[in-house]
């Protein structure tokens, strides 16, 4: 089945504590972002990756770091989070970077910093 | 600055009624939209798109139309079903320039769908 897989799903951390949320397609698809969403403003793009080794911001990637090393997989990385990262996140995969090519979003991780 | 506004947080609906959503956006580059919906605790699933040289694009039940001149667009589901019922969000991206498959959410419309 195609899919896009988030781990974990659930996640509460301490204010400091360096954490990394896993994002992983099975389509052999190029491009892949993450987003978060926050209540009144929908979904924000963090950083996006247009193949291996490509990586570049988005509107909102203070305090994330990513990395691309294989094509199926694209860590989210917090060194020290913090309360205001507290949000619901969404890694998405799509075959291309036009706008025409679908995205497909995973399930989401909701994460807690206290 | 939010670029893509779903004024409405909210819709209620009867079943078998139409459901209308609206959607405007300020930035003039956008040129291809789109409506995904969600479910809870499930990732936005694609609905349906529309390029900015169209003005109406329909797929079964869902036809979003687009008005240019005003910058706004709009998700029409005839009939609305039960099964509707979830949270559409509508989006924006640019084909040129360096936004690279960047999609700009709206808020988000919350769609209640009663039998």
């Known amino acids: 089945e195609a899919q896009v897989t988030q781990n974990p799903r659930y996640l509460i951390t301490v204010t400091g504590k360096k954490l990394t949320v896993t994002c992983s397609q099975n389509m052999n698809h190029e491009y892949m972002s993450w987003y978060r969403q926050d209540p009144g403003l929908g979904l924000r793009q963090i950083y996006y990756?247009?193949?291996?080794?490509?990586?570049d911001k988005g509107d909102v990637p203070e305090g994330y770091k990513v990395s691309r090393k294989e094509k199926r997989n694209f860590p989210l990385i917090l060194e020290s989070p913090s309360p205001n990262q507290t949000s619901l996140y969404f890694c998405?995969?799509?075959?291309?970077?036009?706008?025409?090519?679908?995205?497909?979003f995973g399930p989401g991780t909701r994460l807690t910093v206290t | 600055d939010q670029q893509v506004k779903q004024n409405s947080p909210s819709l209620s609906v009867q079943e078998g009624r139409i459901s209308i959503l609206n959607c405007d956006y300020t930035n003039s580059m956008f040129d291809y939209f789109l409506w995904y919906k969600k479910y809870p605790a499930e990732g936005p699933t694609f609905l349906i798109s529309?390029?900015?040289?169209?003005d109406k694009n329909e797929d079964g039940r869902f036809t979003v139309f687009l008005n240019k001149s005003a910058k706004h667009l709009s998700l029409h589901i005839v009939p609305s079903q039960p099964g509707d019922s979830a949270v559409y969000f509508c989006a924006a991206s640019e084909s040129g320039g360096t936004s690279y498959g960047k999609l700009t959410f709206g808020q988000g419309t919350i769609l209640t769908v009663h039998p």
């Open positions: 529309i390029s900015s040289i169209k």
């Open positions: 990756s247009m193949n291996v080794e490509v990586t």
């Open positions: 998405a995969s799509s075959l291309g970077s036009g706008s025409s090519y679908e995205q497909y």
